[in-house]
Nanobody, 127 residues
């Protein structure tokens, strides 16, 4: 089992940038895809971005494509999400997740693919 701890959330204004990070411990992260999801108030948890085990493949929700960038540092067991040009619809709790099966990337947009979740970090964007 892997433990995930997110950090870097906060309150920003529309148009600002923010980076959130996820530190993993307890299991070798490099073999597993990782993803970021977010949950807005009153809404279900939704896919934001995913990255495969090597960092060579990524996937983004249409709403964040060209604004957000997911990356990973396997040597440091971390996954990050750089968010640019934020808008109020990006507000929510951001969760880091690690895949259930090693090497797999198909299905990375689905919550069911992920076995380990962090506690979440709040991102609030004001207009």
């Amino acid at each position: 089992q892997v433990q995930l701890v997110e950090s870097g959330g906060g309150l920003v204004q529309a148009g600002d940038s923010l980076s959130v990070s996820c530190a993993a411990s307890g299991r070798t992260l490099p073999m597993y895809a990782a993803g970021w999801f977010r949950q807005a108030p009153g809404k279900e948890r939704a896919f934001v971005a995913a990255i495969n085990w090597s960092g060579g493949r990524t996937s983004y929700a249409d709403s964040v494509k060209d604004r957000f960038t997911i990356s990973r540092d396997n040597a440091k067991n971390t996954v990050s999400l750089q968010m640019n040009n934020l808008n109020t619809e990006d507000t929510g709790v951001y969760y880091c997740a690690v895949a259930r099966e090693p090497w797999r990337f198909e299905g990375a947009r689905s919550l069911e693919m992920y076995a380990s979740w962090g506690q979440g970090t709040q991102v609030a964007v004001s207009s």
